[in-house]
């Protein structure tokens, strides 16, 4: 089992394509297989350097490691296609001399004008074959008047083109419906139908998954590796992933870059399991770690409809990381937002108190102001609430604070329970109405700081 993913790095790593690896590499650790990476970067307009650091980035923070890459040399590199020109060459000379490709002189503008005359006559636009059966005189011509010419494969006519798709079932094509196609653009670079099929033969791939979006690309190419006696690896065309309105998952659907929720806080577990469900059914509802979901992973558990992403499910994916992290594992994640000084007691009673209520290590700041700032900011329900309860209420709350205040001694103080009594406390504490359990956020606040907040109103 060789599977791989191969990027275009014309772009951050979005979730569709996330999956996409996720999916590959769980394919590979599940059979022991191995896990390519290649960059598909032949298109130089739209190569953007940054990005293939960013894109290894981005899969090793999700911990996809992959066994072969441009920083992992494998047997059959190298794994930029930019860096495999020579290698194509060849192939594109077999092609040639073996009459399976053929030079192609059209200008954008011809191809353009023979696409709408088809499109106006209601036939669905094919290369019309222009330059199909030139002579070598003609050829000759056109190389002498300067023009430029990519390379076009040449279509068997009349071929049915089957196969078993392991999400989509069987299929069928007609070599008829296809025209020819390129496959060396005019400024010699390997067009994409080319080095994507010749590399994943080259490479022993034997799986691919990837987007629904080159389903109908799969004819072509498993036409242009039967011309070159090359195998076909089996294809996989995964849903698409969409926004919770239906649409393809796009910018307006908010952070749809893997390093965008990195940034805002996720946690790479929390993601891939949320990507592991997405047009891959389970019934395990727990956690998973990467080698669990190589073993539940199943390619018949794909499926055909479009996955909806939800941030709701990724929160809640995020939500049973944070609830499954150790004290020390906490403490680190917290550090960050935790004062400087405090001691591993502190620590941890804030940590106790704030962490059911965290989904994102940021959502615990708002808290540590609270708790250890000095200014307290009150939400107007809050401070009604807490007038409302009155002065002896908080002068006798005041009153019972020791050296560890808790709840229960402040309870029999005041003679009040349920919300009366919780409410107004809670209000004069945190300056809101609704946070973190109270117990636990006493414990976590100097017996000063609780007196203090308390006496605020204990005097008209
Ligand atoms: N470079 C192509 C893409 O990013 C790869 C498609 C494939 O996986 O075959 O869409």
């Known amino acids: 089992m060789v599977t791989r993913f191969a990027p ?43 990005m293939v650091a ?23 590199g190298p794994y930029r296609q930019s860096q495999r020109s020579a290698l194509y060459q060849q192939y594109f000379e077999r092609l040639e001399s073996e009459r399976l490709a053929y030079p192609c002189f059209c200008s954008s503008l011809e191809l353009d004008l023979a696409r709408r005359a088809q499109l106006a006559a209601g036939r669905p636009p094919r290369y019309a074959g222009t330059c199909r059966e030139l002579s070598g005189s003609e050829r000759a011509a056109r190389v002498a008047q300067g023009r430029k010419w990519s390379l076009r494969f040449r279509v068997p006519s009349g071929q049915a083109i089957e196969f078993e798709d392991l999400v989509h079932g069987a299929q069928s094509f007609l070599s008829d419906d296809i025209g020819d196609f390129i496959i060396r653009r005019d400024d010699g670079s390997a067009a994409f139908f080319f080095s994507n099929a010749l590399d994943d033969a080259l490479m022993r791939v034997t799986h691919v998954l990837r987007g629904e979006d080159h389903l109908s690309n799969t004819p072509r190419q498993r036409l242009l590796l ?85 941030l709701a499910q990724l929160r809640h994916w995020q939500s049973a990381w944070v609830h499954g992290l150790s004290g020390e594992q906490a403490r680190a994640w917290l550090d960050p937002i935790l004062p400087p000084q405090l001691t591993v007691s502190q620590s941890d009673a804030f940590i106790a108190a704030v962490l059911p209520n965290v989904v994102l290590a940021e959502d615990a700041r708002l808290w540590q102001q609270i708790i250890f700032g000095e200014a307290l900011a009150f939400e107007e329900p809050a401070l009604r609430t807490a007038r409302e309860a009155g002065p002896e209420f908080f002068a006798a709350a005041a009153n019972a604070v020791s050296e560890r205040p808790d709840l229960a001694a402040l309870r029999s103080a005041t003679g009040r329970k349920g919300a009366a009594f919780f409410m107004p406390l809670r209000a004069a504490l945190t300056g809101r109405l609704h946070g973190p359990e109270l117990a636990p956020l006493l414990a976590a606040m ?13 005097t008209v």
């Open 8 to 50: 275009s790095p014309s772009g951050a790593l979005h979730l569709g394509n996330a999956r996409t690896a996720l999916f590959n590499y769980l394919l590979a650790r599940k059979h022991t297989g191995r896990f390519v990476l290649r960059i598909e970067d032949t298109d130089a307009l739209r190569t953007q350097e940054d």
């Open 54 to 76: 960013a894109l290894c980035t981005d899969l090793a923070w999700l911990g996809l490691t992959w066994d072969e890459g441009p920083d992992r040399p494998g047997g059959y």
């Open 226 to 310: 039967a011309a070159l006696g090359l195998p076909a690896p089996q294809y996989g065309h995964v849903s698409l992933l969409v926004g919770d309105d239906g649409a393809p998952l796009s910018k307006r659907h908010g952070a749809t870059g893997v390093r965008d929720l990195r940034e805002a806080g996720y946690a790479s577990a929390a993601l891939c399991n949320q990507l592991f469900r997405l047009g891959h059914s389970t019934p395990l509802n727990q956690m998973l770690t990467l080698p669990q979901m190589a073993s539940a992973f199943d390619l018949a558990h794909l499926q055909r409809a479009p996955a909806h992403f939800d």
């Open 446 to 458: 100097s017996s000063e700081r609780v007196r203090a907040r308390l006496l605020r109103f204990a």
